[in-house]
């Protein structure tokens, strides 16, 4: 719902407006559907807590109430238990609609066992909402009109028949209204899941840009790395040659001089060695293809992207390593690099200060995981559902798009894999990947 609630494709509904109530704990996103409704024909009016919104239904009456799944103190399907419960604000609240970022099976029963009416995912087109609000008002009028007919036909004597078939029609219509809607909500699925893909083609476009800019550079360092190398290798040899000459015909403060260039030179060479090895990380991550399944060592798309974000480390953040002996993988090479780049990326962003990142390797006979803990602030639980819907971000304007977590849990879906998270607040987060072993297998078949 959020990022796409206003739509000023619709006109506002004829007549006088339903009159709805819109119970949210997160003021920024009360105030636009408020104002959503307001633009439609629809009498809003906005709480902040499910306590607040019950108080409101014993003094007044409603056609709808919108309801936040996940609310701090009473959540959406507490407020739906305690409106069934009394009988007065049963009456006055009319239709109860649960608002969800991301609805769980589980938590569509609670919500249907405890009076709600209806559920409608915040991620959803605003035209979905008012469907689904106008839908359960034809459904609640045509009901009406259903106890009106029987009423009437009870005082006028008419037949049976007349009434079944009055019935019969408002069943029927209001039946081809909720599919209407089903089929509405699909397409707005659809569409929702292609804008993630296209967010997902544009950061795998980025990955392979960087990866050919990376190899550039490595085959740029490698060519002068090498002629430092073998003159340096020359030098150290032709003094070794000399030294039974020198250190005999020259005084002892002409031989400390020596040993200290002597010295000098094998620091060049350890500099030198660290050189090589950081042109061979670039390179390793420079092959990482992006579209092809191949087998791949995990250990060092980890250290490839260590090294990429050493940076951002500063000498601030340790990072431990337990790895299993087992490191292969065959996977989409240049995703599951994506994946990690994300997590190791967001552990370090996690630590304010000094702090420590825990990377694990370990596998089962039927998954491979791998384990990313950091001590930094950790995840508030309140919000702790909403960390891999799309464009939902804590990082200020300008610093994160909300697409890291998503993506990566698409990728590991794509895998037939999962992601879990462990966390707890002032203690750390911990973000394991689970990635099945048999996918050559899979795929052969």
């Known amino acids: 719902m959020s990022g796409c609630l206003i739509d000023q494709s619709h006109q506002p509904l004829e007549g006088l407006p339903y009159r709805i109530l ?13 104002k959503e409704l307001r633009n439609h024909g629809y009498g809003g009016v906005g709480v902040s807590s499910g306590a607040e919104g019950l108080t409101r239904l014993v003094k007044e009456r409603f056609d709808c109430v919108l ?12 407020v739906c238990r305690r409106i069934r419960a009394s009988r007065q604000t049963q009456e006055n609240a009319g239709a109860v609609i649960i608002l969800t970022a991301s609805a769980i099976k589980g938590d569509l029963h ?36 259903n106890r009106r007919i029987i009423e009437e036909l009870k005082t006028k004597e008419l037949e049976t028949l007349q009434a079944l ?24 699925e659809a569409k929702r899941k292609l804008n993630e893909t296209q967010a997902q083609l544009i950061q795998n476009e980025k990955l392979v840009w960087l990866g050919q800019l990376v190899a550039g550079i490595a085959h740029e360092i490698n060519n002068p790395l090498a002629f430092v190398v073998n003159n340096l290798f020359i030098v150290e040899n032709v003094l070794d040659g000399m030294r039974p000459e020198t250190e005999h015909q020259l005084a002892e403060p002409s031989l400390i001089k020596l040993r200290k260039a002597r010295t000098r ?20 991550f ?38 299993v002996p087992a490191r292969t993988l065959y996977c989409y090479a240049g995703r599951l690099h994506q994946v990690l780049m994300n997590l190791i990326a967001n552990a370090v962003d996690a630590i304010a200060g000094e702090g420590k990142i825990v990377i694990r390797t370990s596998q089962t006979p ?3 995981l791998i384990s990313i803990r950091d001590n930094g602030a950790g995840i508030d639980q309140r919000i702790r559902s909403k960390i891999f819907d799309p464009f939902f971000t804590t990082k200020p304007i300008g610093q994160g798009t909300g697409l890291g977590l998503a993506i990566s849990h698409g990728i590991v879906e794509d895998h037939g894999g999962s992601i879990e998270v462990q966390s707890e607040q002032s203690v750390g987060t911990e973000f394991i990947v689970k990635i099945p072993r048999d996918l050559e297998l899979q795929r052969g078949k």
Do not use: C, W
Request: no cysteine.
């Open 22 to 34: 819109a119970i949210d704990d997160s003021p920024s996103y009360l105030a636009v559907l408020i």
């Open 67 to 78: 309801v936040d799944l996940a609310m701090p103190e009473m959540d959406g399907i507490e």
């Open 110 to 145: 609670r919500g249907l066992e405890a009076g709600a009416d209806d559920f409608v995912s915040k991620s959803s087109e605003s035209a979905v909402l008012r469907a689904r609000i106008q839908a359960l008002m034809r459904r609640r009028s045509l009901q009406e009109e």
């Open 165 to 188: 078939a009055a019935r019969q029609v408002a069943e029927t219509r209001a039946a081809m209204a909720e599919k209407l809607l089903v089929i509405t909500q699909d397409l707005q």
């Open 265 to 284: 030179m094998g620091e060049m060479k350890e500099g030198l060695d660290r050189v090589k090895e950081l042109v061979s990380d670039l390179l390793t």
């Open 286 to 323: 420079s092959r990482l293809e992006q579209g092809e399944f191949k087998t791949v060592d995990v250990v060092e798309i980890i250290d490839a992207v260590l090294l990429l974000l050493k940076y951002k480390m500063n000498g601030r953040i340790r990072v431990e390593k337990h790895y």
């Open 366 to 368: 039927e998954i491979f």
